[in-house]
């Protein structure tokens, strides 16, 4: 397999590094240097890699329209390791970008073989999640929506199976519906600029997704007709499939351009605003044109027992509805990166970044960062001992969980099946 991450593996493994050196992820610190206020998980480098996220950095920060988009497998309850998505979603639509959030149950009945109506009440409790943490925007389920399913079948049009076997795998056993299933993750992501015109897109995901984006930006770029060139003095604007309507219309928009069979030459202009001309004329006359989709790369908080956090593992995560007092037991029961012995603890001081309970507080349960630093230099300095701290620990998710429910069941109704 090209990159050696499978998507659809129940536990993801993979070499950040090597992303960073040999796929072309960049590194955020920059990009996200650029923002008037960076979000949490920027600040705490939970969100460490990005392509293209530039172009979604200017349109917050001027104000202009973009897109955050993901897509939640409906295959289980949401938990814990789901929150840190859904907080990234909200905070772009904080931010001014419109919101879409597609429920995948194409994939979850293909792929994971659920049922349709479990994909529906599955679906719906994504959606609940999303609207109480302050989610405003379109929401969809794949099935459901017959212009994501048109769009799917374009992409597809531009997809092949050595593609499918290169990213995936894929191999003469897959079946159709799972590549099938990849198209449509394919058009979930494009849907935003379906609906609402180019704009740029983030589609924030964990780094188990990254194929699909890759994917994704080869197809949209494949689905635009023209790409404009720049020789200097000329700027050409090259048909790959365009319709002759269509560049007729680009050589009668730039008055001294030159008509040619495949392609128009436009002395003397500048390249940003004839690429920018040529989109929306690609769009008046048909086509979508399309920015290629950006994305963010979080990492995976580990699991409470240390090792990954996976639903498999019940006791590695906790769920948003699961009785209060297991949640507890996990909590309480959890790895830390405290000493063996008391004495130990208090000469060598803890290791919070080895320790899962840290990381919860860092990824979701602690707003301010002074806290989560007194917290830090407490249990470096081995004032804090792990017992105290778990305590305190539990104390903040099950405020978090009530304070959740509340918010779920105030907001329920918005949710429409
Ligand atoms: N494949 C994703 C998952 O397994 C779900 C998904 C579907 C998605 N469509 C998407 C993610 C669009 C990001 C964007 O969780
Ligand atoms: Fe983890 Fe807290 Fe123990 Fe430090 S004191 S190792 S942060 S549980």
Known sequence: MESGINPWSSTPDVDIARLFTDFGIEPVEEVAGALESAPAFFRRKIVVGHRDYGGVVNAINSKTHFNVMTGFMPSGHPHLGHLMVMREVVWHVEQGGSGYVAI???????????????????????????????????????????????????????????????????????????????????????????????????????????????????????????????????????????????????????????????????????????????????????????????????????????????????????????????????????????RMTKEEQFRLGGEPDKCPVYLLNLFHMIEDDTELLEIRSACLCGSLLCGACKKATFERVKEFLSDFKERRDAISHKVVV
């Not at 008055?255 to 002395?267: A, F, K, M, N």
């Not at 963010?296 to 906790?318: A, E």
């Open 104 to 338: 995948a149950d194409r994939e979850a009945h293909a792929v994971r073989g659920l049922s349709w109506d479990a994909c529906k009440k599955y679906g719906r409790e994504y959606l609940e999640c999303l609207y109480a943490l302050g989610f405003t925007g379109t929401t969809y389920y794949q099935s459901e929506n017959e212009r994501l399913k048109d769009l799917a079948f374009e992409a597809a049009i531009r997809i092949n199976f050595s593609d499918l076997s290169a990213i995936y795998g894929f191999s003469q056993e897959t079946s159709l519906a799972h590549a099938d299933s990849v198209a449509t993750q394919v058009a979930d992501i494009l849907y935003p600029q379906l609906m609402g015109g180019p704009a740029p897109t983030v589609v924030p995901v964990g780094i188990d997704q990254d194929p699909h984006i890759r994917l994704t930006r080869d197809i949209a770029h494949k689905m635009r007709w023209f790409t404009v060139l720049d020789s200097g003095d000329l700027i050409s604007v090259r048909s790959k499939n365009a319709p002759s309507h269509a560049l007729d219309a680009v050589a009668d928009a730039f008055p001294g351009s030159r008509r040619y069979e495949g392609h128009v030459d436009i002395p003397g202009a500048d390249c940003i605003s004839v690429s920018e001309k040529v989109r929306a004329l690609e769009v008046a006359e048909g086509g979508y044109g399309f920015i290629t989709p950006s994305s963010t790369y979080h990492s995976f908080m580990q699991g409470l027992q240390g090792g990954k956090m996976s639903s498999s593992v019940s006791d590695s995560l906790f769920w948003f509805d699961e009785p209060v007092a297991d949640v507890k037991k996990k909590v309480m029961g959890a790895l830390t990166g405290g």
